[in-house]
């Protein structure tokens, strides 16, 4: 009878720290499951920036692109006038 009380003591010791184990792995898995949840939002943040940042580059580009046609534009003008002062000082200088 001594025999068989000692193993349902032992038996009793060893669930016990079965379920002191589960609890631990239970209380990981919530951590770990609160990190991946924080991880996935920064993640979310940061794809928002990057699509904020594209944006602005993008926003940039047209920018420029509409800055060198201006340029363009001022340039070939001021060749049209320069040419244009340059013949009728050619004009004026043959009378």
């Known amino acids: 009878m001594a025999a ?4 349902v003591v032992k038996g009793i010791d060893i669930t016990n720290t079965a379920g002191k ?3 631990e792995i239970r209380t990981n898995v919530q951590s770990v499951t ?4 924080q991880i996935s939002e920064t ?8 699509n904020q940042v ?10 420029t692109n509409e ?3 201006i340029v363009q534009n001022i340039s070939s003008t001021t060749e049209e ?9 050619i004009s004026r200088s043959s009378y």
């Open 43 to 50: 993640s979310k943040v940061i794809s928002e920036h990057a």
């Open 81 to 89: 006038q320069l040419a244009s002062g340059r013949n009728s000082s």
């Open 34 to 37: 609160y990190e991946i949840g």
């Open 54 to 63: 594209a944006m602005g580059i993008e926003s940039v580009l047209e920018q």
């Open 4 to 7: 068989g009380s000692a193993e």
């Open 67 to 69: 800055n060198r046609a």
């Open 21 to 23: 184990s589960f609890e």
